[in-house]
């Protein structure tokens, strides 16, 4: 009986801190947009100064039984490169492709589109084993086009109804997302997760200080800009990711991905709330069908890895 309860209660954490990873990745996704529009903080210093001390605190907190490997990683040569592409191409662009999309649209608008990357994963993982798509990814596919034309021109084939780069933006997010996601898999399966994502946000950083240095700092500084970085960097990154790699490990990746819901939706009812961002019927459909191919994907034979964001 004890054991059951220790279960159940293993079962409600997972779901609590799954909801509250969500909850954190959409929040800081609203508050990126806070400090663009309104306090004229730099997109390129923001994901630079992100991916430096996120990735600095995410090694600090690997248990002491992998602290060894953290320096191991580098002596393998192919786990080293693989460890540095992924740096660059997974995590320091998928990190700036939604922040730019959040910059030119708005938070709900960017990660609703960057929901789209389990589209491409089904597609890539279609093409790499020679086979169509199963009935449900196809459905999948289709209600994702649907919804992001809704999205992004609210039914009208003559204009958009955000602009071209936000739309650019937005798909390059997914896209990079699915790359994040596929690409590191082999590290994740040798090395403790907090030690690849990690090295993964310090090498990202570093690459990204050649674009924007991390002491060349614009924009408005007061309480309410310290307190939303402090966020982004905190529980948009550090506390995020923990806790979801925490219920993935009480509730398994599928329950978790699907839970991972909660971040649009609260990025969506933020930045509506809060910012006044214009969302209508239209936008609210399309962004039901792109999430609805997140369930059809997840039920699908050929799911898709756990994303951790």
């Known amino acids: 009986m004890n054991e059951e309860a220790g279960k159940e209660n293993h079962q409600v954490k997972g779901y609590l801190l799954a909801l509250a990873a969500a909850i954190c990745w959409g929040l800081s996704g609203t508050f990126g947009q806070y400090l663009f529009q309104h306090r004229e903080i730099n997109t390129e210093w923001l994901v630079t100064m992100r ?34 592409v992924f740096g660059i191409f997974g995590m320091l662009a998928v990190q700036y492709t939604y922040f730019a999309a959040i910059e030119y649209s708005n938070a709900a608008t960017a990660t609703i589109l960057q929901y789209l990357g389990p589209v491409f994963i089904a597609c890539y993982i279609a093409l790499k084993n ?61 090395w403790d997760a907090r030690i690849v994502i990690g090295w993964g946000m310090l090498i990202g950083g570093i690459a990204f200080s050649f674009v924007h240095a991390p002491w060349n700092v614009s924009g408005t500084w007061d309480l309410a800009t310290v307190s939303f970085f402090s966020f982004i960097i905190l529980f948009g990154s550090l ?7 925490v219920s993935v490990k009480y509730i398994g ?50 799911k898709s890895p756990a994303i951790l964001a």
């Open 253 to 302: 990746g599928v329950k978790a991905s699907l839970l991972a819901f909660a971040e649009p939706l609260s990025a969506a009812l933020l930045s509506i709330l809060w910012l006044q961002t214009a969302f209508g019927m239209l936008d609210w459909t399309g962004a039901g069908l792109i999430l609805l191919t997140i369930v059809l994907l997840t039920r699908s034979k050929n």
């Open 51 to 84: 991916l430096l001390i996120a990735g600095v605190l995410l090694l600090c907190i690997v248990p002491r039984r992998e602290h060894k490997n953290i320096r191991r990683i580098w002596t393998v040569k192919e786990d080293a490169r693989a460890l540095i």
């Open 130 to 190: 020679k086979q169509l798509p199963s009935w449900e990814d196809s459905l999948a596919i289709l209600l994702a086009l649907a919804g992001t034309f809704l999205l992004v021109t609210h039914g009208s084939f003559k204009s958009l109804a955000i602009s071209g780069w936000a739309l650019f933006w937005g798909i390059a997010s997914a896209i990079s997302l699915a790359f994040y996601t596929l690409q590191p898999l082999r590290l994740l399966q040798q």
């Open 239 to 245: 506390i995020a990711f923990y806790a979801y790699l």
